[in-house]
């Protein structure tokens, strides 16, 4: 059975950018948006205290791309979607056949 593929996320990648002063800053490059099915894991405290701060896991699937284009996701990299922010951890094939992703991410955030 095909997931489906009904929320639209902004795949962007972490660029350097010259600072005008001969070093480098780093900004967020958006790839384009790729449609994808959401699945929710359970949810954690983050960090030492834990004030307020949760991680959702996530597991991510889009449509699969070939290895090296820039609509192929790869960990480092992150989804968007409005102000949440998903940073994906891993990358695997959803199925034998190879038409889909998984992407496994985390959203963190204030509880």
Do not use: H
Request: charged residues 20%; proline residues 7%.
């Amino acid at each position: 059975m095909s997931p489906l593929l009904n929320r639209p996320l902004l795949l962007e990648a972490l660029a350097r950018v010259p600072d005008g002063a001969g070093g480098y800053g780093e900004s967020w490059q958006s790839l384009g948006t790729l449609w994808a099915a959401v699945v929710p894991g359970a949810g954690r405290a983050a960090g030492s205290d834990a004030a307020g701060r949760f991680v959702q896991p996530l597991k991510i699937t889009v449509r699969a791309a070939p290895a090296g284009a820039v609509s192929r996701p790869l960990p480092g990299q992150r989804f968007r979607a409005g102000l949440r922010v998903f940073r994906i951890l891993s990358v695997t094939e959803a199925a034998g056949d190879g038409r889909y992703l998984t992407c496994f991410a985390e959203e963190e955030g204030a509880a």
